[in-house]
């Protein structure tokens, strides 16, 4: 499974951003899908996930309320709108695939990921 990542960029704070996660191949509504985020010199911490079906969400506390994570099971993407940011939002964000769970659960831990994107950059100034 292939993951490409788009949509990053330079946004001023209060600004918004989509990012968006394509998947090259596979039975995509059968994997659970999360986002995750690494600032300079940080370790990578989980953003927000998604189960298969689309019917279980997930968001680390930093960012609930102003980020949304959704999926489109029929283009094999699954999307990060991200509103009200904020200087401390800067970073590479990433999206990654469970294939083992069979999309039914939602997963938090990085090394329950199977597959990761390249990352896109996402910079917000002050």
């Known amino acids: 499974v292939q993951l490409v990542d788009s949509g990053g960029g330079l946004v001023q704070a209060g600004g918004s951003l989509r990012l968006s996660c394509a998947a090259s191949e596979g039975t995509f509504s059968s994997y659970t899908m999360g986002w995750f985020r690494q600032a300079p010199g940080k370790e990578r911490d989980f953003v927000a996930t998604?189960?298969?079906?689309?019917?279980?969400?997930y968001y680390a506390s930093s960012v609930k309320g102003r980020f949304t994570i959704s999926r489109d099971n029929n283009k094999n993407t699954v999307y990060l709108q991200m509103n009200s940011l904020k200087p401390d939002d800067t970073g590479v964000y990433y999206c990654a695939a469970d294939v083992d769970g069979l999309g039914v659960g939602l997963v938090l831990s990085v090394s329950d990921y199977d597959y990761w994107g390249q990352g896109t950059q996402v910079t917000v100034s002050s």
């Open positions: 998604i189960s298969g079906s689309g019917l279980s969400l």
